[in-house]
């Protein structure tokens, strides 16, 4: 084990996989309630055109996809509000125009879909220090401003309606959840890929969801499945070689699993 | 500007894209007045709260909320509210009673949002005087209908607002729970003075609570004290004696309008 955490990509896996699994699975008890589960899938698909974008121009495709995507989330949130779609609608209309952007992007420039296939499964393995403070510094301001910000956070997942009334600011705090959570993605694409960062916000969440807490406690609850399955993961991905991303979300269904069979017998 | 009123509405107009919901809405309310608003079922009853609490904008005409026009209205701690809303989607929501009801003291709350013993004292009392403090550590999605809508009503109360708005709180409560709605909310009016604006069919119980009547329509229909509108005139021959009858006579106006359909 010693000799495990010696590992230089070792450290810096666990180090972002604590930050951002926890940010994941704060944010995703919010969208969960809000009926919000797949806007995390929505902008992973974004995320996708957003690095071809990056890579096409020869950007760091991690600077490229956050202005990007936070873009695309305040879309969403336009889109819901001003085109008065349902939410899942909204989701559908930017995912697909990300994944066909990055699509064409990628047959346009011709050559690179190997680099642009990588990010679809991800690799927190691969993590370099720049990512890994972006990610923590990230986080706490994240963690800082749910805490901040957690009764209008409550009262708007409750009831936005009532929440307006009392003088919520409620565009302004629905705003930052819809940035926060396109930042998160972004940072989460690095963990388990485009194509699994959906996991990572919604299964902690149902998986806390089944134990019945209060709302603290399930934030709480969300938090530890979700660091635990994401640093179970990588040391087990690592002890027999298998594919990072795959299993810190297999895991985290298992715990999910888990939980709906204590709920049903306890 | 118009200080003594908690409420003035004046010639307001409403559509939903170019269907007209309410047209030429006046009104005035003073401070400890409980206003019923009652009509058909699609009269404008909920589009004009949503008006007063400022979550629609009136395409023409004013509201102002205690002189103040409502999207320029800051003091919102001044009310509570309890929307019309089916809360039973809510089954599965993972907070406690206390959770929800500390809700209510937001508006009152400007930087760090923390509840404190003095806030845990006071929604320990108006849980307490809604006969539901044994439940303070249920979550909500264990409740049944009524004491869903009792904790919704220590949320609205625990700011101890100077005007209540209530959309059709009445549904979900059973007769002995909604005598002691009553109860609590006359309790509120004559003792604390607040104003109430309270939705409802129930004509047959508010009469004896409400101090005025607005009978909407799309239009005001009518605007008083209950007992202007079972002896008006003009109601009789706006509505007929029959159903005039069976909205004084204590009835539902929901029954009402179905009765009157069948009387021709």
């Known amino acids: 084990m010693v000799e495990f955490l010696s ?260 | 500007m118009m200080d003594e009123n908690v409420l003035s509405v004046k010639d307001v107009y409403f559509s939903y894209n170019s269907f007209e919901v309410l047209s030429g809405i006046s009104f005035d309310l003073k401070k400890g007045s409980f206003l019923a608003i009652v009509g058909p079922n699609g009269s404008g009853k909920t589009t004009l709260v949503r008006l007063i609490t400022g979550l629609l904008k009136p395409q023409r005409g004013d509201v102002y909320i205690f002189g103040e026009r409502t999207f320029l209205f800051k003091d919102w701690y001044r009310i509570g509210y309890l929307p019309q809303k089916n809360y039973f989607s809510e089954n599965h929501f993972p907070a406690k009673v206390k959770e929800i009801v500390a809700l209510g003291l937001l508006s009152k709350k400007r930087s760090w949002k923390g509840i404190y013993r003095p806030d845990l004292k006071t929604m320990d009392r108006y849980l307490d005087l809604l006969g539901i403090l044994d439940l303070k550590e249920k979550f909500f999605g264990e409740l049944s209908g009524g004491q869903r809508q009792r904790v919704l009503l220590a949320k609205a109360l625990v700011n101890e607002p100077e005007l209540l708005i209530l959309d059709e709180p009445l549904a979900a409560l059973d007769p002995e729970t909604r005598e002691k709605f009553f109860d609590i909310l006359e309790g509120l009016n004559k003792k604390k003075s607040t104003t109430i604006i309270m939705i409802t069919h129930d004509t047959g119980t508010i009469g004896r609570y409400a101090s005025s009547m607005l009978y909407l329509d799309k239009r005001v229909i009518f605007f008083g004290t209950f007992q202007s509108f079972c002896e008006s005139e003009a109601m009789t021959e706006y509505f007929g004696e029959y159903t005039q009858h069976l909205i004084c006579h204590r009835h539902n106006t929901e029954d009402i309008f179905r009765k009157s359909y069948k009387h021709g």
């Open chain 1, 7 to 266: 590992h230089g990509f070792i450290q810096k896996a666990l180090i972002a996989g604590f930050f951002i699994s926890m940010l994941c699975s704060m944010l995703g008890v919010f969208l969960v309630l809000r009926n919000l589960s797949l806007i995390g899938d929505g902008l992973s698909h974004v995320t996708f055109g957003s690095i071809a974008i990056g890579i096409w121009f020869k950007f760091y495709p991690f600077y490229i996809a956050i202005p990007i995507v936070m873009a695309s989330a305040l879309g969403i949130m336009k889109l819901k509000e001003k085109a008065r779609l349902f939410g899942d609608a909204a989701i559908g209309i930017v995912a697909s125009l990300g994944i066909a952007s990055g699509v064409f992007i990628s047959s346009v420039a011709n050559g690179f879909n190997i680099d642009l296939f990588s990010y679809l499964f991800g690799n927190i393995l691969s993590i370099n220090w720049t990512e890994v403070f972006i990610s923590i510094f990230l986080s706490i301001a994240f963690i800082f401003l749910i805490s901040f910000f957690y009764q209008e956070l409550l009262f708007i997942t409750f009831d936005e309606e009532s929440a307006r009334v009392s003088g919520v600011n409620v565009k302004r705090i629905n705003t930052m959840l819809y940035l926060m959570t396109a930042v998160t993605v972004v940072l989460a694409m690095k963990a388990v890929g485009i194509l699994l960062v959906t996991a990572l916000l919604i299964l902690p969440s149902v998986t806390a969801l089944q134990f019945s807490k209060g709302f603290k406690g399930t934030l709480f609850i969300s938090s530890f499945v979700g660091v635990l399955s994401v640093i179970s993961g990588i040391v087990i991905s690592f002890f027999l070689d298998l594919p990072t991303g795959a299993t810190i979300v297999l895991l985290n269904f298992l715990f999910f699993a888990f939980s709906l069979f204590y709920k049903r017998f306890f």
